[in-house]
């Protein structure tokens, strides 16, 4: 008897080290260009008033998904801003510049000659951190995403009828609360923020620099900057995987957010998977020492 031949060797395509952040940064990017389209529309259209005032919430205006939808990308920046990305961008390019990095960089050296270059063009740390604030205020934000989260993983083996009365009633406060806050300045904010950090991770991902500072990742070469504020390797990590996570949620709420009692498909793994870990990541948030600040703590150039 002939057996039959073996199955064909099973080929697995090499996973990036940093894919889940790359991944969430081209799907900021992406949506950020499709919503800021639509809101310039909108304002070039004579629609400016409905950013003139903050009115109580009521009935969504058509605007507010593109609002909702370009909280989502807001909220990733805001977390990448967390992790110190955007600040260990401008000390490492302002090292490079002041002749501290002797060691070469092949070409990362050009990438960081650009970025210190157009420094001048950028929104600043304070500008960018009151831009958080105002659409991203944690006192409020936190608690607001956390009944959604809850909600979304409630349903994950299927829901009744209270449990989506539940997630419509949480999906209604976040979004009238977003759909406040996010107002085009932020949007077309948003959109240069996710910009720059797409410009960022293009020099700070590289191997050779990583040399330069001794460190063996990326999250150790973030974790340097974020020491002063009780920061390592792990928490860096963590505000990465809890702005991907985060992201996912709220363009989930982009797309449903005011519909009556929205059933949620216990198969969507992905986003009841993101919901658990924002809830995860934002627990271990809490146990952590956060309150402890200090001054940002200075890159160490080797040798």
Known sequence: MRLAPPPPDLRLAPRHEHDGLLRALSLAQSVLGRESAVIAAALAGGDALWDSIDLPAGSPAPQDRSRLAAAAPLYFASELEDAGLLATAEQVAGLFASGAIVQPLGPVARQLNDFWRARRERLTAGERAAIFARAIEPRAFVPQMSALCEAIVAQADGGDLRERVVLEAAADTLGAFLSQRVDPMAAMASREIVETINLALGFLRDRMLHAAF???????????????????????????????????VLLWLAAHAFEPAPLLDPGDLALIGAAQRWLAGSAVARGETASATGPVAALPVEA
Request: hydrophobic share 30%; aromatic share 2%.
């Open 214 to 248: 001794g460190v063996q990742s990326l999250w150790q070469l973030l974790a340097i900057t974020s020491q002063g504020q009780g920061g390592d390797a792990s928490r860096v990590q963590r505000h990465v995987d809890q702005g991907r996570s985060g992201q996912a």
